[in-house]
């Protein structure tokens, strides 16, 4: 008998539901008509929220834009520490988000997504702290992108309940009032 055995199980069940909990999330579109585009979401999470308390969220925005005739794909990705600004401080420092994106992207690859033409059908999102770390990371690969090739990487921006700027050095002045 070995006195580590009930141990080792409750540790290898712990780190299984730990491996779960840092997945991204993925929502796939229903079946869309012949000929209709599919556009694709990122919607990175608030701070200090783990990627799954987005689940309803993201599948409200899903289906709000399935009653719009709109086929959306949808990923959560998940964020080092549930804190993305850890992984883009700045724009000269989003790699890390950058990165977590990615893999989110190609987690729905793995299920069935299409990637094409990132500058109509990417579509990067946010909540709170989120919104202001996809505000960033816009910025980040939008500059690069535009230098190199022209186009911007990312259709546009939802931001929702966040502080975005649209130069990058955070003045409130600057900011366009509606």
């Not at 779960?20 to 694709?40: C, D, F, T």
């Not at 992108?145 to 649209?166: F, H, L, R, T």
Request: proline share 6%; glycine share 8%; aromatic share 8%.
């Amino acid at each position: 008998m070995q006195p580590f055995g009930p141990l080792r199980c409750l540790l290898l069940v712990a780190l299984g539901v730990l491996a779960q909990a840092h997945e991204p999330i993925v929502l796939k579109p229903g079946e869309a008509e012949a000929g209709k585009s599919r556009k694709m979401m990122v919607l990175i999470p608030g701070a200090n929220v783990p990627n799954h308390h987005y689940q309803q969220t993201a599948q409200a925005i899903q289906d709000a834009a399935a009653q719009k005739g709109l086929s959306l794909w949808l990923v959560v990705p998940t964020v080092f520490q549930n804190l993305c600004i850890i992984s883009c401080a700045a724009t000269w420092l989003c790699s890390p988000l950058h990165s977590a994106v990615e893999a989110a992207l190609s987690a729905a690859a793995k299920q069935g997504w299409n990637r094409t033409n990132d500058s109509e059908n990417l579509w990067l999102a946010g909540h709170s702290l989120g919104a202001t770390c996809a505000n960033k990371l816009f910025q980040a690969y939008n500059a690069h992108n535009s230098s190199n090739s022209g186009s911007s990487p990312y259709a546009g921006m939802v931001v929702m309940g966040g502080y975005v700027d649209e130069t990058g050095d955070y003045d409130l002045l600057g900011y366009p009032v509606p």
